[in-house]
């Protein structure tokens, strides 16, 4: 979450901070020492901490859980408020929930009336691709209902479910990949030009922009590019066949 500006005067002690957001006061106090959080503001020898300190507090949790180190937290968003800011609102563009399907509830019998018998093997197998989450009591998540689908697409052709399941696995290794390859293009163009510059400040606005149309940019190259090579391969396979069936009815 970005820290929040507020009007209104800071009324938490340490103790209720703490409390407030599930952080012991040592870890407080370490944060505050290595520049991560702003002062308090001091009335009567006493620390009163208001809304910016529990937004930023919260910021530097999800990025801990996110594997990020202290030290790479501290060079990213430092004590500077508007640098926190803009960082935070920088990393709600890259986790927009918007930007992918809402999830589809599904319980056991619902999945077994689609897909077949899902026994130990295959559910483990869709669980690790990522297909499906286990919610526990008999219901699943799918995260991308719409690769169930294609799941779903592939069996009513007469493919079967383990053998959709290894498509699926193939297709996600090599989406990792090219997302990589968009990831690391903006990394190395974009944000690393930018921290050389020292971030100016009125370059966010155009940093913003780059990080919110990468995605649909790099999603139209990514289609535009398959069907081309679909296109091709499937001219390729069956044009191969064609004159391999042909050579046989010759021969006969």
Known sequence: MPTVASDTQPEMTVEQL?????MSVRN?????????LPPPEVRARTGYYGPEHVSRLR?????????????AIQRLIGEDGPGADR???IRELITDPDAVEPPEILGADELVERFGPLD????????????LVD???????????????????LIARGVTLDTALAVLEKVRRNSQNIARVFVD????????PFEREGRPDERWGEISESIEGLRPLAS???????????????????????RSQGRGKGKG
């Open 220 to 242: 139209d190259a990514v289609v535009a590019i398959f069907r081309q090579v679909m296109a091709e391969q499937m001219e390729d396979a069956f044009g191969k066949l064609l």
């Open 28 to 36: 407080i106090r370490n944060h505050q020492s290595r520049g991560l």
């Open 120 to 131: 130990r093997k295959r559910l483990s197998r869709a669980l690790k691709l990522g297909v």
């Open 59 to 71: 910021l530097i949790q999800q990025m801990q859980a996110e594997g990020f180190k202290l030290s």
């Open 135 to 153: 919610l526990g009591d008999g219901r699943f998540e799918a995260p991308s209902p719409g690769l169930l689908h294609a799941a779903d697409e």
């Open 87 to 89: 960082f935070a609102a």
């Open 18 to 22: 703490a409390h407030e957001t599930g």
């Open 185 to 192: 293009l903006f990394l190395e163009e974009v944000w690393k």
